[in-house]
């Protein structure tokens, strides 16, 4: 049973299996450790996994967290912060993750060069041109095996 | 007038919707940055992510969750001792899923996977390989012989080891300086003094020092090669193993790792780190919640009930951050394990 006090200082009960809510969370990472295992398109299963994840925050949420038997302020409280949170990524994705330039860094030289990402541009790859760079990434101490 | 919950009810939910802006804020740049660093670091192999951990790590969490609200319940049924059970059952299991954390924490300092540590491509593995053994054969020398171990300092240590074989001859001059002095006090004399420490040392440690000059022969031969651009990172990992296999300074050497280039490594080591210390950190401040209750022992009593529920509601929340951090650091980065290269 759920127990939830009101400001009155009333006592709502509701019934809550917990053990099979702990037994459907268990079933979830197990799936989630299974989706890990079998081979699948790379896109798909992480949807997949990422829904079974949605699905443990729900049962989380709703029964261990009780917001299912909470008012109306549970959605006053969490929506603001809810989409105040989606902020940073959404600032972020434009310039880091969307682009559709390519930033001149010594991990994307590196990432052509062995053929993970296509060198359309035609940009000079030899590791000469891209060692002195890769230096000042590294903090490391430049031209020392560079003569 | 008013929410229907109580004060500290309201103010721990309050204290939750910041902590769900902070972690999202951490989740979300990870997974942005995921998705826009191409070769990001999947193999579970280079990255020493263990999938077991995590998954054992992720039932630990929700048993421990399950026994919170057994805990909250029996506090409503007046059943303290319940509840008390089932608080020690939670905080065992924070304390199994900090161990089970340190162990993979281990498993990544030991392999130098760490932000600012790891070398994204092969001119920067190679570089730290050149610079891992000069700190080795530093190390060595500077216990070898007493001194602080500045940079200016070991480099007067190498040229005086390297002279090894007049080490005698120059502890006798020095000897003799200092008794020249009269024992007058000055700066002088607490340098002469100093270079008699050094050659007695070099002195008494000969067959140890004559290793040393061996190993620091090979390693500025690394050096100066890798620097003429003569070594390939195989070659490089070959040179490396040969110092290693050597009885001479084995023990010194081991602690040099091989090259291993993982791109974009550092930032995957930073986004893990950040994540998973910062959950840790809240893992910890849920215990010291649950050990303030456990304290009362036999005296655990009603008034505690409010307690109970609000660390009941930050672990659930702790519990939550976790629930996603597994799937997203464990199991979607390791569809690529196995592939070639990085």
Same mark, same amino acid.
């Given at each position: 049973?759920?127990?939830?006090?009101?400001?009155?200082?009333?006592?709502?009960?509701?019934?809550?299996?917990?053990?099979?809510?702990?037994?459907?969370?268990?079933?979830?990472?197990?799936?989630?450790?299974?989706?890990?295992?079998?081979?699948?398109?790379?896109? &798909?299963?992480?949807? /997949?996994? $990422? #829904?079974? +994840?949605?699905?443990?925050?729900?049962?989380?949420? %709703?029964?261990?967290?009780?917001?299912?038997?909470?008012?109306?302020?549970?959605?006053?409280?969490?929506?603001?912060?809810?989409? &105040?949170?989606?902020? /940073?990524? $959404? #600032?972020? +994705?434009?310039?880091?993750?969307?682009?559709?330039? %390519?930033?001149?860094?010594?991990?994307?030289?590196?990432?052509?060069?062995?053929?993970?990402?296509?060198?359309?541009?035609?940009?000079?790859?030899?590791?000469?041109?891209?060692?002195?760079?890769?230096?000042?990434?590294?903090?490391?101490?430049?031209?020392?095996?560079?003569? | 007038?008013?929410?229907?919950?109580?004060?500290?009810?309201?103010?721990?939910?309050?204290?939750?919707?910041?902590?769900?802006?902070?972690?999202?804020?951490?989740?979300?740049?990870?997974?942005?940055?995921?998705?826009?660093?191409?070769?990001?670091?999947?193999?579970?192999?280079?990255?020493?992510?263990?999938?077991?951990?995590?998954?054992?790590?992720?039932?630990?969490?929700?048993?421990?969750?399950?026994?919170?609200?057994?805990?909250?319940?029996?506090?409503?049924?007046?059943?303290?001792?319940?509840?008390?059970?089932?608080?020690?059952?939670?905080?065992?299991?924070?304390?199994?899923?900090?161990?089970?954390?340190?162990?993979?924490?281990?498993?990544?300092?030991?392999?130098?996977?760490?932000?600012?540590?790891?070398?994204?491509?092969?001119?920067?593995?190679?570089?730290?390989?050149?610079?891992?053994?000069?700190?080795?054969?530093?190390?060595?020398?500077?216990?070898?012989?007493?001194?602080?171990?500045?940079?200016?300092?070991?480099?007067?240590?190498?040229?005086?080891?390297?002279?090894?074989?007049?080490?005698?001859?120059?502890?006798?001059?020095?000897?003799?300086?200092?008794?020249?002095?009269?024992?007058?006090?000055?700066?002088?004399?607490?340098?002469?003094?100093?270079?008699?420490?050094?050659?007695?040392?070099?002195?008494?440690?000969?067959?140890?020092?004559?290793?040393?000059?061996?190993?620091?022969?090979?390693?500025?031969?690394?050096?100066?090669?890798?620097?003429?651009?003569?070594?390939?990172?195989?070659?490089?990992?070959?040179?490396?193993?040969?110092?290693?296999?050597?009885?001479?300074?084995?023990?010194?050497?081991?602690?040099?790792?091989?090259?291993?280039?993982?791109?974009?490594?550092?930032?995957?080591?930073?986004?893990?780190?950040?994540?998973?210390?910062?959950?840790?950190?809240?893992?910890?401040?849920?215990?010291?919640?649950?050990?303030?209750?456990?304290?009362?022992?036999?005296?655990?009593?009603?008034?505690?009930?409010?307690?109970?529920?609000?660390?009941?509601?930050?672990?659930?929340?702790?519990?939550?951050?976790?629930?996603?951090?597994?799937?997203?650091?464990?199991?979607?980065?390791?569809?690529?394990?196995?592939?070639?290269?990085?």
């Amino acid at each position: 049973m759920a127990y939830q006090e009101t400001a009155e200082g009333h006592h709502e009960h509701h019934h809550v299996n917990y053990w099979l809510i702990f037994i459907a969370l268990c079933i979830c990472t197990a799936i989630s450790v299974v989706f890990d295992v079998v081979q699948l398109d790379r896109r &798909l299963i992480a949807v /997949l996994v $990422l #829904a079974v +994840a949605v699905a443990k925050a729900q049962f989380v949420m %709703r029964y261990f967290m009780h917001l299912k038997f909470e008012g109306a302020w549970k959605y006053v409280l969490l929506l603001p912060t809810a989409i &105040l949170a989606c902020g /940073l990524p $959404l #600032a972020l +994705a434009p310039d880091i993750g969307l682009h559709y330039y %390519r930033t001149d860094v010594p991990q994307y030289r590196t990432a052509m060069r062995e053929g993970i990402i296509p060198n359309e541009g035609g940009a000079p790859l030899e590791p000469e041109a891209g060692h002195a760079d890769d230096h000042n990434h590294a903090g490391g101490d430049e031209g020392s095996h560079q003569e | 007038m008013g929410l229907p919950i109580p004060n500290s009810k309201l103010g721990m939910w309050l204290f939750l919707g910041t902590e769900i802006m902070f972690f999202t804020a951490f989740i979300g740049t990870y997974i942005v940055l995921y998705f826009g660093s191409p070769g990001w670091p999947t193999d579970t192999h280079v990255t020493h992510i263990s999938i077991i951990a995590g998954g054992v790590n992720t039932f630990v969490l929700i048993f421990s969750s399950y026994m919170v609200v057994v805990a909250h319940e029996a506090m409503a049924l007046r059943n303290f001792d319940k509840a008390y059970k089932a608080l020690l059952v939670t905080f065992a299991c924070a304390f199994v899923f900090l161990g089970i954390k340190s162990y993979e924490y281990y498993g990544k300092f030991s392999h130098n996977i760490l932000p600012g540590q790891i070398a994204e491509n092969d001119e920067q593995a190679i570089d730290k390989v050149v610079q891992e053994s000069e700190a080795a054969s530093d190390e060595w020398l500077n216990d070898l012989v007493p001194g602080d171990g500045s940079p200016e300092r070991i480099h007067i240590k190498q040229l005086a080891a390297r002279n090894v074989a007049g080490a005698e001859s120059e502890l006798t001059q020095v000897t003799q300086q200092l008794k020249d002095m009269d024992g007058a006090s000055s700066e002088r004399q607490a340098e002469l003094q100093q270079r008699e420490a050094m050659w007695q040392a070099i002195v008494d440690n000969k067959a140890q020092i004559e290793n040393w000059v061996a190993l620091d022969a090979a390693v500025t031969k690394l050096r100066d090669d890798v620097s003429a651009n003569r070594l390939t990172m195989e070659q490089t990992d070959e040179r490396l193993t040969t110092l290693q296999a050597d009885e001479r300074f084995a023990s010194h050497m081991a602690a040099v790792h091989h090259p291993h280039p993982i791109l974009y490594g550092n930032l995957f080591a930073s986004m893990y780190f950040l994540m998973t210390g910062f959950h840790a950190v809240h893992v910890v401040v849920g215990m010291i919640l649950f050990a303030i209750v456990l304290s009362k022992g036999a005296r655990l009593s009603e008034e505690w009930t409010d307690w109970v529920e609000n660390s009941g509601l930050y672990w659930h929340f702790v519990d939550l951050v976790w629930i996603f951090l597994f799937p997203l650091i464990y199991i979607i980065p390791g569809f690529d394990r196995g592939t070639p290269g990085h």
